[in-house]
């Protein structure tokens, strides 16, 4: 978890509305790229009969019809995927304080 302190306190009330309303916003472009990047592996996944991670785990280009260019298609979108979610994981796991720093010596 990571948390947010926000200085000077006397500005917090104003500046934290900005700041949560732009996480939250982006919170909400990585679910949306999260749902269109599970829509491109559908395809891949319903032609092969095997999940994403099944494929990523045991499957190389010579078992695709498509070979190197559907393999590099499928584990990128799936590697994408993989991304956003870390992101998405991220932002959520932050919260915010306001209470002032202790100043290094």
Known sequence: MATLYLDPIEETSQLLPLIQ???QNEINRLELAIK???KR???FEKKYNVTSEKFIADMAA???DGG???YIHWAGEFK????L???LNQLRTIT???AKLPQPN
């Open 21 to 23: 309303t732009a996480i």
């Open 36 to 38: 269109i990047a599970h």
């Open 41 to 43: 592996l559908i395809p």
């Open 62 to 64: 010579e078992d695709l």
């Open 68 to 70: 190197d260019n559907e």
């Open 80 to 83: 994408l995927k993989e991304r």
């Open 85 to 87: 979610h870390l992101k």
């Open 96 to 98: 915010y304080a306001s």
